[in-house]
């Protein structure tokens, strides 16, 4: 149930976000959380190493990816930011 609010209200900060970056690094939270979810409920059914690694490199990747989208956010000058925070400047 948690888990659905949370989605709601990720889907709803995206619809009225006119940040770029900061709702990829959203989109990226959100896919984490079901990649997690996911795995948890998958390990309780199957055992198996293949999947635990599998998983596990997966999560390695997102974080990976939100940690640089996370730095791209911070490391952005006045400029750049104004000009990445329109779908439409693109």
Known sequence: MMTFLFALL????????????LSLLVLEMLGFMVLFYMALNLSVILESDFLILSFFSVFVMEGVIALSGLIMLVSFTGSDYVSSSSFSKL
């Open 10 to 21: 990720t889907i709803i900060f995206l619809y009225y976000s006119s940040n770029l970056l």
